[in-house]
């Protein structure tokens, strides 16, 4: 759309539309081999564990309850 406006500077269009495009794609293609690199890393740790189950989850020590709020407000018991 910025193309249209005004044909003498297409010096500026390429800095201010296709640069930032070309520096981003680039930024992109670098995110996504970090982040490839990482899943290979974690795979194995990943694996293990899953095999391994719940075994090693400790207790908390307490019962706990979704949406208890009987410590916060009274009200009839359950």
């Given at each position: 759309?910025?193309?249209?406006?005004?044909?003498?500077?297409?010096?500026?269009?390429?800095?201010?539309?296709?640069?930032?495009?070309l520096?981003?794609?680039?930024?992109?293609?670098?995110?996504?081999?970090?982040?490839?690199?990482?899943?290979?890393?974690?795979?194995?740790?990943?694996?293990?564990?899953?095999?391994?189950?719940?075994?090693?989850?400790r207790?908390?020590?307490?019962?706990?309850l979704?949406?208890?709020?009987?410590?916060?407000y009274?009200?009839?018991?359950?």
């Open positions: 759309m910025n193309l249209v406006n005004n044909p003498s500077a297409a010096a500026t269009n390429y800095q201010s539309l296709v640069r930032p495009q520096d981003q794609n680039n930024f992109n293609r670098r995110q996504s081999s970090a982040i490839s690199q990482l899943q290979r890393q974690a795979a194995p740790v990943r694996a293990q564990s899953s095999s391994q189950g719940n075994q090693q989850l207790s908390t020590g307490h019962r706990t979704f949406n208890d709020t009987s410590r916060y009274s009200g009839p018991k359950r």
